[in-house]
């Protein structure tokens, strides 16, 4: 998932770093905003990020045999919205970056549009949809953090070949998209049924929290009212 | 792992060195190594790189296990691209239809894997001889947004702490068997997160009272080196 330090030609780092600085910053708006308004939601913020961080260094049992980590994304962009996740995710890749040597400084840029950017994003989008079509939270999260893995790993592929196009594009494309499909597509479904363990125990223990945070929607919350 | 390169980064001989001049150091190896992408200079940058590491003191041992790791994914990425990419004359037939090793995917390949080695070492110079906190003081010279670096600070500290309670949790579940079979790891796994979760903003909470009674005004103050 990572893209390594050194592996991306330098005008491709270049590029990516072009790309994703304009939506940190936008992050880093949205955050200030927050912050000034309520000073406690900094805490907040450093501690879920800290808990991503965690979260990636914990090993899924995996179907192929393989470990793999989950990536926490998909959690972290429905609790606090893709734009807040995007800049938690920045700093949690700059320390695997060096405290782990999971990914790098020059491809850091890639990484964070990959990981940091369309992960969160599509992982967030996905679960306000189905969360407005009325289905149960389990199974849109399940979805929201199954498919924004796979968008991380499909525009990981993307990179890969726009930096190696060998011989082509096209084929360069299909070839990492098969091994990806190998290996990535069973890792996704283990994060999305982790995911839906992690937030079964996060609404059943404490649904307040949800509620605080808006992602459950009124329907459920009522319910869980009622409950408990 | 996290907390023994913490360590490390603290106690060795080039801790008390000047955090711009290292970080320039590694910096500037690992864009010779990217822009020039040559491999006798990936080769060259490599050996300084592990040269300035050990001459640090960091403990050998060590360097091989935080390098192992890339260099496992690197050695993958090689034959994976010896034997997909190119499209030059066949070097190696290997009997199977699509499987054979083209000269210029070769060629691709060992430059590829010796830029990837060369550049991560370096990579490990600054992260083995250079705490986090020196390199956000760097980063906070760099113009970097405060704020993002206060999260980042707050964040490191709490990171230990949910290490260590993650180990205490985690034994605690394999003593009763949390961990035996492939079901009862993903509940056990679900559970020890959620709780984690919780812990984690009621740690927020706490944080958040400790900074304020020690007058927290926003911004924390790291003694520069």
Avoid at chain 1, 13 to 18: A, E, I, L, Q, S
Avoid at chain 1, 173 to 197: D, H, K, N, R, Y
Avoid at chain 2, 125 to 151: G, H, Q, W, Y
Wanted: charged residues 10%; hydrophobic residues 50%.
């Amino acid at each position: 998932m990572h893209i390594m330090e050194g592996f991306l030609p330098w005008y491709w780092c270049v590029f990516w770093f072009v790309v994703s600085i304009p939506v940190i910053a936008y992050g880093i708006y949205k955050i200030k905003k927050v912050t000034d308004e309520t000073p406690e939601s900094k805490s907040l913020l450093a501690v879920s990020g800290a808990f991503m961080f965690v979260l990636s260094s914990l090993k899924i049992p995996s179907v192929t045999g393989s470990c793999s980590h989950p990536t926490g994304n998909g959690l972290g962009a429905t609790l606090f919205g893709p734009a807040v996740a995007s800049v938690l995710a920045l700093i949690v890749l700059l320390f695997q970056a060096i405290l782990l040597a999971h990914g790098g400084l020059t491809t850091l840029g890639a990484n964070v549009f990959s990981m940091g950017i369309v992960g969160p994003f599509v992982a967030w989008l996905i679960y306000k949809l189905l969360n407005k079509t009325g289905i149960n939270s389990a199974i849109s999260i399940f979805f929201a953090a199954f498919l924004g893995d796979l968008l991380t790993y499909v525009t990981t592929a993307i990179q890969l070949s726009l930096a190696f196009p060998q011989p082509s594009f096209t084929s360069a494309l299909s070839v990492f998209m098969g091994i990806f499909a190998v290996t990535q597509i069973p890792l996704a479904i283990a994060e999305g049924l982790l995911t839906v363990v992690i937030w079964n125990g996060l609404t059943s223990y404490k649904p307040y929290l949800l509620e605080k945070l808006k992602v459950l929607n009124p329907k459920e919350n009522s319910s869980s009212k009622t409950e408990s | 792992m996290s907390v023994e390169i913490d360590y490390i980064a603290h106690n060795n001989k080039f801790t008390n060195i000047d955090s711009k001049i290292k970080s320039i150091t590694a910096i500037s190896l690992i864009l010779i190594a990217l822009i020039l992408s040559m491999p006798i200079v990936s080769i060259f940058v490599l050996l300084i790189a592990i040269f300035l590491t050990l001459f640090a003191g960091i403990p050998y041992k060590f360097y091989l296990k935080f390098l192992s790791v890339p260099l496992i994914f690197s050695l993958i990425t090689f034959i994976f691209m010896a034997f997909f990419f190119g499209s030059g004359d066949i070097l190696w037939n290997s009997g199977i239809s699509f499987i054979v090793i083209r000269i210029d995917g070769l060629e691709l390949a060992i430059n590829t894997f010796l830029r990837i080695v060369a550049c991560f070492s370096s990579l490990g110079f600054l992260a083995l001889t250079t705490p986090i906190t020196d390199i956000l003081n760097i980063l906070s010279k760099l113009r970097v947004p405060k704020l993002l670096l206060e999260i980042a600070m707050l964040m490191y500290t709490t990171i230990f702490l949910f290490f260590s309670q993650i180990e205490a949790m985690k034994n605690a579940q394999s003593t009763r068997l949390g961990y035996y079979g492939f079901k009862n790891s993903y509940r056990s796994l679900g559970v020890l997160i959620s709780n984690l979760f919780f812990r984690s903003l009621d740690k927020s909470d706490k944080l958040q009272i400790s900074l304020d009674s020690r007058g927290f005004s926003g911004s924390f103050h790291i003694y520069d080196r």
